[in-house]
């Protein structure tokens, strides 16, 4: 496999913590988008209990919990994430409601019918989009939701580039119908979707990047591991600029009935 079409998985787990870890987000989104999909869920309480999964150090989950009631659990496998997570949820006085723990998703430590909402932007392809439905679907009260962003296809075809680059990061990439009819078939109803905007990819990803990659190779320069994984970001980004009419992140939002 050549250097640039590496995953983010491949490259050593402290070097991408740290690139991440003074970042708002670690994926695509934006307040705006996490809204928008917490616009369409209704079953939300004081008693609610909510996952965030792959939390990162919570841009979004501060996001959640100031405007929606119950717990949040924000759960990564990274622990300077959630050692962050943690100091963010304390600034905003929100330790009481919002807890960060180290874990991971293919071993989730909550019980059966636990949980009222699974929420999980820019994080469900660790475990594979159809696995972690499936799996995370035990852990959903019936009627409870899920908020997922995926990456997905817009169109039926796209260029060989593009195609390959995904085929090689992430193979369950697919498109919308397709997502949805995979949420259908694991025991849920599609209730919405929606493409994130672009800006959830420019400004709120890739611009704060552009800046902590210069500080991060003069920090590590000359280490072959932190050119390659900043060699890695900007094809990323250079993709998205010349594809981003053929993909992007979907906001998938559903709701858990009883099969
Ligand atoms: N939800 C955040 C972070 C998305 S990046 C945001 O939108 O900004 C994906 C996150 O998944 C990273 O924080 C990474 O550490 C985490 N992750 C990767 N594999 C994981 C696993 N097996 N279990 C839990 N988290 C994982």
Redesign the pocket.
């Known amino acids: 496999m050549r250097n640039e079409d590496k995953t983010i998985?491949e490259f050593d787990?402290n070097f991408?913590?740290d690139f991440?870890l003074n970042?708002?987000?670690?994926?695509?989104?934006s307040p705006e988008a996490t809204l928008k999909a917490l616009g369409f869920i209704d079953n939300l309480t004081d008693k609610s209990l909510i996952a965030?999964?792959?939390?990162?150090?919570?841009?979004?989950?501060m996001v959640l919990a100031q405007h929606a009631p119950g717990s949040i659990t924000g759960?990564?496998?990274?622990p300077g994430?959630i050692g962050r997570f943690n100091s963010n949820a304390g600034k905003l006085n929100l330790q009481d409601r919002v807890k960060g723990i180290v874990?991971?998703?293919?071993n989730l430590p909550f019980r059966d019918e636990e949980l009222d909402l699974i929420w999980?932007?820019?994080?469900i392809?660790?475990?594979g989009f159809e696995r972690g439905l499936r799996e995370w679907r035990s852990l959903l009260k019936t009627g409870g939701y899920i908020a997922v962003?995926e990456s997905s296809w817009f169109t039926e075809k796209r260029p060989a580039e593009i195609h390959d680059f995904w085929m090689s990061v992430y193979p369950e990439i697919d498109t919308i119908p397709n997502k949805m009819a995979q949420i259908q078939k694991a025991g849920y109803i599609p209730v919405a979707s929606f493409i994130l905007p672009e800006t959830c990819w420019t400004d709120h990803y890739h611009a704060p990047q552009a800046a902590a990659q210069e500080k991060f190779l003069h920090k590590y320069a000359g280490n072959k591991t932190a050119e390659e994984f900043i060699a890695f970001q900007r094809r990323e980004a250079e993709l998205y600029r010349k594809y981003k009419e053929f993909y992007g992140y979907v906001f998938y939002i559903a709701k858990k009935i009883e099969q």
């Open positions: 998985h787990f991408i913590c991440f970042m708002e987000r670690q994926g695509p989104g965030d999964i792959g939390c990162g150090t919570g841009g979004q989950t759960i990564d496998l990274f994430f874990g991971s998703m293919d999980s932007e820019g994080a392809y660790n475990i962003s």
